[in-house]
């Protein structure tokens, strides 16, 4: 039987019907976009597996990204990152979480052009530093400006965001679910990725 929503818990919007993906939906876009939270409210809501790329490569490493920063590099980890995703991308059909420089990767980018769709949750600048400005958990920003750290790499990724197949915009006073519910919307417009009922 479907799930339905409270009515007025995601503002007021129609949910639609949807249960199971076609193909593997991969959420790019910079940390603090929502990935993660949203991520794992969607594949609730579509009754999928969530994965997320970064916390995979944690897990296989037995190190924080901070600690494998530090102790070999980002080019490294930017390596191993493509090994894991091309991995989760073989799986069952799933909502996948990628880092915030894994869609920088012509070879990312192809994956997961192939395997599934990717959807850049869009967040500006403001939202992003009051996401991130009190983690100590971001080795990029570990520097003595990070919010002009932060400002740069919005601005050199935005253009390999962009290229992704769905672009879903961010608010402030957007919930978690209404987000995910706004993602949904998104692939159902889109067309060939959710299994949705008749």
Not at 14 to 25: H, P, Q
Not at 46 to 55: I, N
Not at 183 to 190: F, K
């Amino acid at each position: 039987m479907a799930r339905t929503m409270a009515q007025g818990e995601d503002g007021g919007s129609t949910r639609r019907n949807a249960r199971g993906l076609k193909k593997t939906v991969a959420l790019v876009g910079m940390m603090g976009a929502g990935k993660t939270a949203v991520g794992k409210a969607l594949a609730t809501r579509l009754g999928v597996p969530f994965l997320d790329s970064d916390a995979e490569i944690v897990k296989a490493a037995d190190r924080s990204i901070a600690e494998i920063f530090a102790e070999h590099g980002e080019a490294f980890f930017r390596s191993r990152e493509t090994e894991v995703i091309g991995r989760l991308l073989e799986n069952e059909r799933a909502i996948l979480s990628t880092g915030g420089g894994a869609f920088l990767s012509q070879t990312n980018r192809d994956m997961i052009a192939d395997k599934g769709v990717a959807v850049w949750l869009k967040a500006d600048l403001d939202l992003l530093w009051s996401r991130v400005r009190h983690k100590n958990t971001r080795p990029l920003l570990r520097t003595d400006n990070p919010y002009e750290t932060l400002k740069a790499l919005v601005a050199e990724r935005e253009p390999f965001y962009a290229q992704a197949g769905i672009v879903v915009t961010a608010a402030p006073k957007l919930s978690i679910e209404a987000m995910a519910e706004k993602v949904v919307e998104a692939l159902s417009a889109h067309g060939g990725i959710l299994e949705e009922d008749q």
